[in-house]
T-cell receptor, first 114, second 113 residues
Framework: NAGVTQTPKFRILKIGQSMTLQCTQD?????MYWYRQDPGMGLKLIYY???????DKGEVPNGYNVSRSTTEDFPLRLELAAPSQTSVYFC?????????????FGPGTRLTVL | RKEVEQDPGPFNVPEGATVAFNCTYSNSASQSFFWYRQDCRKEPKLLMSVYSSGNEDGRFTAQLNRASQYISLLIRDSKLSDSATYLC??????????????FGTGTQLKVEL
């Protein structure tokens, strides 16, 4: 049981390039989330999904897109990278909403846009 | 006003000390509360949930005061391995389902010999 895995671990992009951050979980969790964490700041929710085929915007969705074709995978797409998107990106999952359900985080992707 | 506010620290304490962290939140409709721990350059991991009745897990005690919108974490007999950033986290259920976790910026703890 690998939990939540993310690839790549590190990436440097040039302004205007695009890339997809991969996230996979093997816990059969319905709910998945993408966060970004800027230095010295709390995590901010980018997008979330409550199940395959369903996604919705979080607090900071601009410049990103997501899809959820399977329960396991929740990729995050950056179309036109900008320096403001330099951050650490965490994917998380939880089995269901509400209560004390722990969110399980992946190890993160460190992205630098130059 | 930030949704979740914490003193960023760092708190530098000797091994064996007792240290307390505080956190306030602005949304009175928040439903559940947590402390997460984040080691340097790692992902956050759940330390403990926080209840109004107070709850304890070994050397860690968490407390919630809903009236004051205040959350605390007490660490007794600090160990070197407790050095990390402690994130105060507030949860609300989203309209379409799922949870919205709002994170504080974290309080950094350094335990020294």
């Amino acid at each position: 049981n690998a939990g939540v895995t993310q690839t790549p671990k590190f990436r440097i992009l040039k302004i205007g390039q695009s890339m997809t951050l991969q996230c996979t979980q093997d816990m059969n969790h319905n709910y998945m989330y993408w966060y970004r964490q800027d230095p010295g700041m709390g995590l901010k929710l980018i997008y979330y999904s409550v199940g395959a085929g369903i996604t919705d915007k979080g607090e900071v969705p601009n410049g990103y897109n997501v899809s959820r074709s399977t329960t396991e995978d929740f990729p995050l797409r950056l179309e036109l990278a900008a320096p403001s998107q330099t951050s650490v990106y965490f994917c998380a999952s939880t089995p269901e909403a509400g209560g004390d359900n722990e969110q399980f985080f992946g190890p993160g992707t460190r992205l630098t846009v130059l | 006003r930030k949704e979740v506010e914490q003193d960023p620290g760092p708190f530098n304490v000797p091994e064996g000390a007792t240290v307390a962290f505080n956190c306030t939140y602005s949304n009175s409709a928040s439903q559940s509360f947590f402390w997460y721990r984040q080691d340097c350059r790692k992902e956050p991991k759940l330390l403990m949930s926080v209840y109004s009745s107070g709850n304890e897990d070994g050397r860690f005690t968490a407390q919630l005061n809903r009236a004051s919108q205040y959350i605390s974490l007490l660490i007794r007999d600090s160990k070197l391995s407790d050095s990390a950033t402690y994130l105060c986290v507030v949860n609300m259920t989203l309209t379409g389902g799922g949870n919205k976790l709002t994170f504080g910026t974290g309080t950094q703890l350094k335990v020294e010999l």
